[in-house]
């Protein structure tokens, strides 16, 4: 299995550690306006420019649904290929929905470039961002969860080995192997946060009874500058997205009356549902 998704070992790991060019792709489906989902494209540039890429263009197709099989249609995909190959500087294509793992294999060997998709987009950022046992393990949990179906159709030596009906064999065992690691580490992770958690629910009772107040809303809309602002305080604050990824918490006085004020993960206009429970240990 892959170290890239490894959290807080060994140093931050992501998808870019120098800037990386990339293509964006979506797809305008028959139940969304297109006016959507280029606002989801160029929220999937932000967040792109934030992991350390820049983009270069970005490709749009009308389908009834994506292909089972290369998400866009045949020829869409071979005009994205034809750009990456006039573009030597190319090395990612990133996808504004969740692909599967036969998707993203087949999409990786056609294009021979790197694949992503939002939820590993946002999940490399998490992990990059990522500053207290919580959030780290929240995020490698998350991370996890989201590779263990994908598993059977990451495995592309298996798709050229073509064996049996179910591809019987040392490769199978392989698979069967990996996921118990994963079930496992899932489990492991799960008793962490548990512990985790009830660490910080004690701490949250030593705060007494005071007033509690969040600063909540759409992500790099300056909620950590207006933090630093009211508690005279240093919360990092950058032009990206989720700058602040750990809930930061500072006593605060106001006209005599003192409360404690919460600067929270940002929200953002597409988050893949089974990334919702990131921003409950982040939040």
């Known amino acids: 299995m892959s170290d890239a998704w490894k959290v807080g070992k060994e140093g931050k790991k992501g998808i870019a550690k120098s800037t990386e060019y990339c293509v964006l792709v ?19 540039e932000f967040l792109a420019t934030t992991a350390g890429a820049e983009t270069k263009k970005v490709f749009t197709q009308k389908i009834p649904h994506p292909n089972v099989k290369s998400f866009v249609g045949s020829g869409k995909l071979e005009e994205i290929k ?4 006039r573009d030597e500087d190319i090395s990612l294509v990133i996808f504004d929905d969740d692909l599967t793992g036969k998707q993203n294999s087949f999409l990786e060997e056609y294009l021979k470039v790197k694949i992503v998709d939002r939820s590993t987009l946002i999940l490399d950022i998490f ?16 991370q996890m969860q989201y590779l263990l179906p994908r598993l059977r159709g990451l495995w592309t030596h298996l ?21 118990r690691i994963v079930r496992d580490k ?24 005071l007033i509690r107040v ?12 207006l933090m630093n602002l009211l508690s005279k305080s240093d919360v990092f604050a950058e032009n990206k997205l989720f700058a602040t990824l750990d809930t930061t918490v500072r006593k605060v006085v106001w006209e005599a009356m003192p409360f404690l004020l919460s600067d929270t993960v940002g929200f953002i206009r597409k988050l893949p549902h089974h990334l919702i429970e990131s921003f409950k240990y982040t939040g």
């Open 214 to 225: 969040a600063l909540v809303g759409y992500t790099n809309v300056g909620k950590s500058t």
């Open 82 to 85: 034809e750009y990456i190959d």
């Open 186 to 209: 899932i489990s492991l992770l799960k008793k962490k946060l548990e512990k985790i958690d009830q660490q910080a629910q004690t701490q949250r009772k030593n705060r007494g009874e």
């Open 26 to 44: 979506g797809v305008i489906t028959k139940d969304m306006e297109e006016k959507q989902v280029m606002e989801y494209l160029e929220e999937l």
């Open 159 to 179: 798709e050229r080995q073509r064996g049996g009906i179910g591809m019987r064999g040392p490769g199978e065992m392989e698979i069967e192997t990996d996921r």
């Open 127 to 142: 992990a990059e961002r990522a500053q207290t046992a919580q959030s780290k393990t929240q995020v490698e949990l998350a």
